[in-house]
């Protein structure tokens, strides 16, 4: 009993939650909460051209590695369903982004992230005022340094050149970063937080060679010898080189806030561009698929499952109906998830919901047939049920983790589609898993005295279940 009303309440707070996310007010309407793709409802569109720059031996390698960080970049973000593809017209290379469920295209292009390329460059001055290209001793300065005048975040205005110290050899431009991440400062002087990073091994040796050359010793101040993060042509910090970097691995302090230094690796981490985008055009997508083929869809699902739910009935009878309920509260578990976690849904996320309305329902077969077998054995319901449950529960759990296993490996190695293919899967094995195993057993337990007990010589199917 006491185990009965553990499972009912876990039941209804999981019931509570999925209402809650699917359900929730947003701007719009609740029907919003659950995204959906390309193929069903369309999107924005955005169209760049690739500036390659000349001389470049292989363009096609230049162009692959850019739509690899805007993949990796809205995989980051959620949008696995987004589509990112490759195009060449008239000898020039662009790059096709649509993204489902973006309601505008300035929505769409912060989701894409910087479009500029991330280069580090020396500090040769600072300004604060107006655009000091305005200003004619600035603008000569700049001139004479073969450099150029950048806003900062801070609000400065930075001189800075890539070729830093004038040296050509010590250009670090689009680097590889393994990794970013803010991290709370703990030296004795600084407070709040600074960011680790560190640097593809192709990159050490250079990045090495660059802080050797703007390395001041701790306590000195050069302001000729400060390296910049520039990106977009803004100056995302500058600062002082207190140590020669033998191994790509770097701190950057300047007790930052929290929010700065997540900002700051944010940056660092999204994965810089090779080649510098420029858009060309952006607008909206209409749906892939046609309204009738998209009817005709819904159509064959809603008849498939009222056809699972009329032969449980049939067949099962009073467990019948438990599994049908069970089959219902995981399709509204499943909704609830993605809602929540902001996944998309498209046509092949709905194949997706479609085969875990076979593993629950499989599932409980598995249950029930073994109940059956305890009770043809002379066992009471009530035994029988318990019995059941235990005896199937390796199988269940057998089962359904290689599915979940092979959901993973679809997702690790898939993109776009395959990605939210294997997202509704995994959400909607882990719900038959719990609804096979908690909410079934809640109310068949419930229902055990409506469960018609079984004698050996009793034909197996259809008996009063």
């Not at 056809?307 to 609830?336: E, H, K, Q, S």
Request: net charge positive.
């Amino acid at each position: 009993m006491r185990g009965d009303r553990v499972r009912l309440v876990v039941v209804l707070l999981v019931l509570a939650g999925a209402l809650l996310a699917i359900f929730w007010p947003s701007k719009g309407g609740w029907t919003s909460n659950i995204r959906l793709g390309l193929d069903i409802k369309g999107g924005a569109r955005i169209e760049y051209m690739l500036e390659v720059q000349q001389g470049t031996e292989n363009p096609s390698d230049v162009v692959d590695d850019v739509w690899t960080v805007l993949r990796n970049r809205l995989d980051a973000a959620g949008y696995t369903e987004a589509a990112v593809n490759k195009v060449l017209r008239d000898n020039k290379y662009y790059i096709v982004v649509e993204i489902p469920g973006a309601t505008d295209t300035v929505q769409a292009e912060k989701l894409i992230g910087s479009t500029g390329v991330l280069y580090f460059a020396q500090v040769l001055d600072e300004y604060l005022g107006e655009d000091p290209i305005k200003v004619p001793e600035l603008s000569l300065e700049a001139k004479r340094e073969n450099a150029v005048w950048l806003k900062g975040r801070d609000g400065k205005w930075y001189l800075v050149k890539k070729e830093i110290m004038g040296r050509r050899d010590l250009v670090l431009e689009a680097p590889r970063i393994v990794y970013a991440r803010p991290e709370v400062e703990t030296r004795t002087g600084r407070y709040g937080y600074k960011v680790s990073f560190e640097l593809s091994k192709e990159y050490v040796d250079v990045f090495k060679r660059i802080t050797q050359a703007l390395y001041v010793p701790e306590g000195t101040y050069d302001p000729k010898k400060r390296l910049a993060i520039v990106l977009d042509n803004v100056v995302q910090f500058a600062g002082q080189v207190v140590a020669i970097i033998t191994d790509g691995k770097a701190e950057i302090t300047g007790n930052f806030s929290l929010e700065e230094a997540k900002q700051l690796a944010a940056i660092l981490r999204s994965g810089a561009l090779p080649a510098r985008l420029v858009k060309t055009s952006s607008g909206w997508v209409a749906p892939l698929l046609g309204r009738d083929v998209i009817d005709a869809s819904l159509k064959a699902g809603i008849i498939g499952l009222i056809l699972v739910l009329v032969y449980m009935i049939i067949y099962y009878r009073t467990m019948g109906i438990v599994a049908d309920l069970a089959l219902i509260y995981n399709t509204v578990l499943l909704l609830g998830v993605m809602a929540a976690g902001k996944f998309i849904l498209t046509l092949p996320g709905i194949a997706g919901i479609i085969l875990t309305i076979g593993t629950t329902v499989d599932g409980n077969v598995i249950i029930y047939e073994r109940i059956k077998e305890e009770m043809k054995l002379g066992k009471p319901v009530k035994t029988s049920i318990a019995a059941g449950f235990n005896r199937s529960l390796s199988t269940i759990l057998d089962a359904n983790i290689t599915t979940i296993l092979t959901g993973l490996i679809l997702y690790y190695f898939g993109t776009g589609t395959i990605k939210g293919f294997a997202i509704t899967l995994i959400i909607g094995v882990l719900g038959s898993i719990f609804v096979n195993l908690v909410f079934s057993r809640l109310f068949l337990d419930a229902l055990a005295r409506f469960i018609k007990p079984l004698r050996a010589n009793e034909v197996q199917g259809g008996t009063g279940q």
